[in-house]
């Protein structure tokens, strides 16, 4: 059993910064993807971000590039989500995921793993 744990949400006005972290523990993961998704009110959760351990690339979708940075930790499966110049339309629950295969987790937006999800508030 994988155990994904993420912390670091808060309140902010926009144009503000907020970052984010995550930890995977336990099993036996030896090529991992790992990854953020965000849930507003009333939509559908939409993954935001990915980073894979094994090719070490990240990913982005459009609305957030050039915002906000993914990055990991040298010697322990966590990641990071530097959130900068934050929207409105940035905020929701923001869960961190984590899969044994980068399509599961990108493409699929089924990764097997997820945390209990940390809360994200851009407002005035």
């Known amino acids: 059993q994988v155990n994904v744990a993420e912390s670091g949400g808060g309140s902010v006005q926009p144009g503000g910064s907020l970052k984010l972290s995550c930890r995977a523990s336990?099993?036996?993961?030896?090529?991992?993807?790992m990854g953020w998704f965000r849930q507003a009110p009333g939509k559908e959760r939409e993954v935001v971000a990915a980073?894979?351990?094994?090719?070490?690339?990240?990913i982005y979708i459009d609305s957030v590039k050039d915002r906000f940075t993914i990055s990991r930790d040298k010697n322990a499966l966590m990641i990071y989500l530097q959130m900068n110049s934050l929207k409105v339309e940035d905020s929701g629950v923001y869960y961190c995921?984590?899969?044994?295969?980068?399509?599961?987790?990108?493409?699929?937006?089924?990764?097997?793993?997820w945390g209990q999800g940390t809360q994200v508030t851009v407002s005035l």
């Open positions: 995921a984590a899969d044994n295969v980068f399509w599961n987790l990108w493409e699929n937006r089924a990764p097997a793993y």
């Open positions: 336990g099993g036996t993961l030896d090529t991992i993807t």
């Open positions: 980073y894979d351990f094994f090719d070490r690339k990240t």
